[in-house]
């Protein structure tokens, strides 16, 4: 027998689905065919037997519609107040949002998943407290009648004559942790109907003869059983135990302005779920867009946004041949299927323009087209906003009529070198042309067709001067001419919008690209976020302002006006940075065109990576939603500027985590360096004290006397150490100021040496100048030790009766100091790395004693910072020559 096992891979996805689930609210959903099933009993019977387990429970919300049982079952549980808003003259009762995530209890009882709430609460929709609620990890219970499922709305609707205005998207009722079906026979809620168990007596009666007749309360329940077992179906999917169903399928949906548009979305929705396939709506934008009624695009914005909580992907084409962008979709995208609304199929009693289905089924006859109809919807007629007067009218008659007489001479002058009125005819054409590429509307191309059939009329035929025509052909030429001046002007005309369009998708376009590459070149957060605002102003021409994100919270906002002189005062209020910050805890948008916080002025949204959010954009858009296309390039660069955001934060983490490391580095080389080097000077102070201490009579004067010396060179080395260390710290961290004065160089190398190791005078040391006055501009104190670090490297890696010469000289403005010895010298692998600090060269020393191997590191870091520089060389025939600079300071004489 096979056995059924996920792959790797299944199991991979099933772990990251778990691990984003941790910390959020389970949900169960109590389902029910109908009022009066039991749901809210049943929902309160669980509640207590949650709380016998020791659970925390609280009820949100429950409304007991005068039932005596569901009454009693609220005995014993926490009640959370209700919220009162005024609405319309009276009090309404809602749900306590803030009051519940306050109380954060265990558990919360939120009934009637798909009401909506009274105006002043934050949310348009109980289903988005809810979810909020289980983004603060609190479990809910609820209810929800199969009716309110929004995919299934126009089926009920079609079997019980209701339209239900509150609905839920499918994917609440999908994404649900446990869907409980409350069910009971048909007759038996007929019965308890009319025993007012559900409703009062008047209301039942009413009931019992529209909506719960048997009839259709047995079609409801067997959709709530189905819409169950779908869930399970695809809980079963998700979790890999079945397979994908018909994973090739991809249903297309057209969307439009058509009050019947909502009906052929859910059933596409429906269609998309039942072949388990990819679900997409595509908007197809003519150049007649921008002339659509502002209800119409009320009507268009809810279709879209109705398809994307069906779960669709909106897409926008452009063109003007609805039928071919269709089509070409389709190819492009891999669609099988199609679903198209009755209107697209209506028959024609004569012969005509082809149907959108069958110019589609013409251009793509493999793909599958449905066509839903709708017998209550009456035809619909796209309504055309009124006509707009031309802003520059006066300007554009100019123009008409300058074009008009400018085509009345050229073909009198025609008509005098005896041409042909073909040749005028085609003057007036040019001249209808013109008008339509130079006037801002279509009116004036049309109106001047007719004009210049007149002015031809008119000048050019027989009688002349008059609208009269003796020739029996002319009528027809005048038809002809007009038909061709029309037909000229008209496609002028649309060119020129769909050259406008162009534009306008190219500009959008440019913007996107443009944010892309200036993004790229930004270094910090700074210059990421005032990118993204000036793109964002120039693709929509509105205020811009942005919240970045700190380590407690959201920071002061950055206003960016899109014209100057408005202050940011009015969009920074505490309600302002409230809705803010609620978009920043939640990671979803908010604000004016929303469901959430509606009444702010400005659009919020969030900036962000997944879960991770880098910062809150606030729009200035007033009333006017954002359209779809706009809506996806606004995302479109925000996406980009978070990507921008996190590589910039992951940049300024991985430095950090580099310069701690390297700290930590140092850190364990120089206690390494330490515990190690400090073992030696340290252990012989400590013996040669305790045998001064036990036996100090007993030992003759010379060999105290060589004693006390020894732990004096000890203890000088130890405290030349410590001066290393503390001048690399100081040096490292940027805490060293130099204490620049003019010194005489000779005068800082015979101080520097009489601090030298006292074993120097055991070697020949010399100090030679050229006889010039070389005055520095130095610190003194840190010269000093440079040249003692530099004498004892000298002292300790060359033999007793080394001769070691101090020099130095003037080079142009710079004075030079040579440090040079004839003992073993350096080794060229040991030269590149000599001023390394921890680096020490392998040759042996006078005593045992090992090297930190900063005393070279840190004479680089005091040259280099008063502007000199040191190198190392050999000296001949032998030895090691170091060689550092420093500027000079000119000394002005006065006579």
């Given at each position: 027998m096979r056995e059924d096992r996920s792959s790797p891979e299944e199991l991979l996805r099933q772990i990251k689905m778990e691990e984003g689930k941790k910390g959020r609210g389970s949900l169960k959903i109590f389902f029910g065919y109908a009022a009066g099933v039991g749901k809210t009993y049943a929902m309160l019977k669980a509640a207590h037997a949650e709380q016998k387990r020791g659970c925390d429970v609280v009820v949100g919300y429950v409304e007991a519609h005068a039932r005596p049982q569901t009454a009693q079952l609220l005995q014993g549980l926490e009640l959370l107040p209700t919220r009162r808003v005024a609405h319309g003259g009276i009090t309404l009762r809602e749900f306590d949002l803030d009051a519940a995530i306050k109380r954060r209890p265990q558990l919360i009882l939120v009934d009637e998943l798909a009401h909506t709430n009274a105006e002043g609460c934050r949310h348009l929709k109980r289903y988005q407290d809810v979810n909020e609620l289980l983004e603060q990890g609190i479990d809910v219970y609820t209810t929800v009648n199969v009716q309110h499922i929004e995919s299934l709305n126009d089926l009920?609707?079609?079997?019980?004559?209701?339209?239900?205005?509150?609905?839920?998207?499918?994917?609440?009722?999908?994404?649900?942790?446990?869907?409980?079906?409350?069910?009971?026979?048909?007759?038996?809620?007929?019965?308890?109907l009319g025993e007012g168990k559900v409703y009062q007596k008047?209301?039942?009666?009413?009931?019992?003869?529209?909506?719960?007749?048997?009839?259709?309360?047995?079609?409801?329940?067997?959709?709530?059983?189905?819409?169950?077992?779908?869930?399970?179906?695809?809980?079963?999917?998700?979790?890999?135990?079945?397979?994908?169903?018909?994973?090739?399928?991809?249903?297309?949906?057209?969307?439009?302005?058509s009050p019947t548009n909502?009906?052929?979305?859910?059933?596409?929705?429906?269609?998309?779920?039942?072949?388990?396939?990819?679900?997409?709506?595509?908007?197809?934008?003519?150049p007649d867009f921008p002339g659509m009624s502002e209800e119409n695009r009320g009507r268009l914005r809810r279709n879209i946004h109705l398809a994307q909580q069906l779960g669709a992907t909106i897409e926008t084409a452009y063109g003007e041949d609805v039928a071919f962008q269709i089509a070409e979709f389709a190819r492009l995208a891999g669609v099988s299927k199609i679903v198209l609304g009755r209107s697209s199929a209506r028959r024609r009693l004569l012969p005509g323009r082809p149907s959108l289905t069958e110019r589609i089924t013409r251009i793509s006859p493999s793909l599958d087209i449905y066509i839903i109809p709708d017998q209550n919807t009456p035809r619909y007629k796209p309504k055309r906003r009124p006509v707009q007067r031309p802003k520059n009218i006066l300007l554009d008659l100019c123009k008409s009529l300058l074009a008009l007489g400018i085509s009345t001479a050229i073909g009198y002058l025609f008509d005098c070198l005896g041409f042909s009125e073909a040749n005028i005819i085609t003057v007036y054409i040019l001249g209808v042309l013109v008008t339509a590429v130079i006037t801002s509307h279509r009116a004036f191309s049309l109106v001047?067709?007719?004009?210049?059939?007149?002015?031809?009329?008119?000048?050019?035929?027989?009688?002349?001067?008059?609208?009269?025509?003796?020739?029996?052909?002319?009528?027809?030429?005048?038809?002809?001419?007009?038909?061709?001046?029309?037909?000229?002007?008209?496609?002028?005309?649309?060119?020129?919008?769909?050259?406008?369009?162009?534009?306008?998708?190219?500009?959008?376009?440019?913007?996107?690209?443009?944010?892309?590459?200036?993004?790229g070149s930004e270094q910090d957060a700074d210059g990421i976020v005032s990118v993204t605002c000036n793109q964002l102003q120039k693709l929509l021409g509105k205020d811009v302002i942005f919240y970045s994100v700190g380590e407690e919270g959201l920071r002061a906002p950055q206003f960016f006006p899109a014209h100057p002189g408005i202050g940011p005062d009015a969009y920074t209020t505490g309600n302002e940075r409230a809705v803010a910050s609620w978009v920043y805890h939640n990671n979803k948008h908010a604000g004016a065109t929303t469901n959430t916080l509606g009444d702010s002025k400005c659009l919020y949204l969030s900036v962000r990576v997944g879960t991770q959010v880098y910062g809150v954009v606030g729009l200035v858009i007033g009333g006017a939603p954002l359209d779809a296309f706009e809506n996806s390039i606004v995302l479109s660069i925000l996406g980009e500027c978070a990507l921008a955001l996190k590589n910039e934060r992951t940049t300024r983490e991985r430095e950090e985590a580099a310069l701690l490391a390297k700290n930590e580095q140092l850190r364990a080389n120089l206690l390494r360096s330490i515990s190690h080097d400090l073992r030696t000077p340290l252990t012989s102070i400590s013996g040669n004290a305790g045998i001064l201490l036990s036996s100090e009579e007993s030992i003759d004067k010379g060999k105290r006397r060589q004693l006390y010396a020894d732990i004096y060179d000890d203890s000088l080395w130890l405290i030349n150490l410590v001066e290393n260390l503390l001048s690399v710290t100081r040096i490292?961290?940027?805490?060293?100021?130099?204490?620049?004065?003019?010194?005489?160089?000779?005068?800082?190398?015979?101080?520097?040496?009489?601090?030298?190791?006292?074993?120097?005078?055991?070697?020949?040391?010399?100090?030679?100048?050229?006889?010039?006055?070389?005055?520095?501009?130095?610190?003194?104190?840190?010269?000093?030790?440079?040249?003692?670090?530099?004498?004892?490297?000298?002292?300790?890696?060359?033999?007793?009766?080394?001769?070691?010469?101090?020099?130095?000289?003037?080079?142009?403005?710079?004075?030079?100091?040579?440090?040079?010895?004839?003992?073993?010298?350096?080794?060229?692998?040991?030269?590149?790395?000599?001023?390394?600090?921890?680096?020490?060269?392998?040759?042996?020393?006078?005593?045992?004693?090992?090297?930190?191997?900063?005393?070279?590191?840190?004479?680089?870091?005091?040259?280099?910072?008063?502007?000199?520089?040191?190198?190392?060389?050999?000296?001949?025939?032998?030895?090691?020559?170091?060689?550092?600079?420093?500027?000079?300071?000119?000394?002005?004489?006065?006579?």
């Open positions: 009920v609707a079609s079997i019980t004559g209701v339209t239900v205005k509150e609905r839920i998207p499918d994917s609440v009722f999908d994404g649900a942790d446990q869907v409980k079906l409350v069910d009971i026979e048909p007759k038996e809620l007929i019965e308890r008047p209301q039942a009666e009413r009931a019992l003869y529209n909506f719960f007749t048997e009839q259709n309360l047995v079609a409801l329940r067997e959709i709530a059983l189905r819409r169950t077992a779908d869930r399970v179906n695809r809980m079963a999917e998700r979790s890999g135990r079945r397979a994908g169903g018909f994973a090739d399928e991809h249903i297309l949906v057209c969307l439009s302005s909502p009906k052929i979305i859910r059933t596409a929705a429906r269609m998309a779920s039942a072949f388990h396939g990819n679900f997409t709506a595509l908007f197809v934008e003519t001047g067709s007719l004009i210049s059939v007149l002015l031809f009329n008119f000048f050019f035929t027989e009688p002349r001067f008059t609208l009269s025509a003796y020739d029996a052909g002319y009528p027809a030429t005048f038809l002809i001419m007009l038909a061709a001046a029309f037909l000229t002007s008209s496609l002028a005309a649309r060119i020129k919008r769909q050259a406008r369009q162009s534009a306008e998708t190219a500009f959008r376009t440019k913007i996107l690209f443009d944010t892309n590459r200036q993004l490292e961290d940027g805490t060293m100021k130099l204490r620049l004065t003019t010194e005489l160089l000779e005068e800082i190398i015979g101080e520097a040496l009489q601090h030298t190791d006292r074993r120097r005078s055991e070697h020949d040391v010399q100090l030679k100048a050229d006889g010039s006055l070389l005055l520095v501009k130095a610190d003194a104190r840190l010269i000093m030790q440079v040249v003692i670090n530099l004498v004892d490297n000298a002292v300790k890696y060359t033999p007793p009766g080394s001769q070691i010469v101090i020099e130095t000289k003037r080079e142009g403005t710079m004075a030079v100091v040579t440090v040079r010895d004839n003992g073993g010298g350096i080794s060229d692998e040991a030269k590149k790395h000599i001023f390394d600090m921890f680096y020490t060269a392998g040759a042996g020393a006078a005593d045992s004693r090992r090297s930190l191997g900063l005393g070279l590191a840190l004479c680089k870091s005091i040259v280099t910072a008063h502007g000199g520089n040191i190198t190392v060389g050999d000296n001949q025939p032998h030895g090691a020559v170091f060689t550092f600079t420093l500027p000079m300071e000119e000394v002005k004489l006065h006579e």
